[in-house]
């Protein structure tokens, strides 16, 4: 294992990153437009979010990222796969963190909506100044577990083209014949990627915990 071979692997590490970052945020935002679908009390918007999450989360990512890779240029739409691969991963995220946001904010105490509502809150400031960061804190550890699974599934998004750290760990056992420190480097790479994630995940969450207390 060359010094060469393991700036490859960090490389294609960088690619596995930025696009699993980039596909968190964005299906975090979904998540966010989901769950208050759910919440708005009006079938018009729950139906079409539950049927957004019952697809993504009963569909496996890889044939979701199949699916889109092969439909937008059908529908005249030809784009890069880094961009199906990101399309495809936010829209799987989208589904499981809505699942867990709404877990959250139905763990908000009904007794201080009440009081939001005796204290003259309108029903934006109480979603901002209460329930939305009593959820975000109630949701935050499985939020960041979900990124955790984003960042490994992503090694799926070699199917549309992407060379992501998995990929490039295969291609580089293939051509050198050293499968062996090649996949424990990839392995070891992911290991410290994720326990980055989870200390950050619990500094925030302690963050949380303090700025809401």
Known sequence: MTLKLFTLLLEAALSTLGISLVSIAIGFVIAMLLSAGMQSGKSIYI???RLFISFFRGVPLLVQLLLIY???PVI???VPGI???IVGLSLCTAAYQAENLRGGFEGVPRGLIEAADVAGFSATQTFLRIRAPIALRLTFPALVNEAIMILKSSSLVSVVGIIELTKMAQDLASSTYLPLPIFA??????FVINSVIALLGRYAEKSLKGATA
């Open 76 to 78: 005249g739409i030809n």
């Open 185 to 190: 480097s990839a392995a070891l790479i992911y």
């Open 47 to 49: 139906l079409p979010a």
């Open 83 to 85: 961009v199906a691969a």
């Open 70 to 72: 092969t439909l937008l």
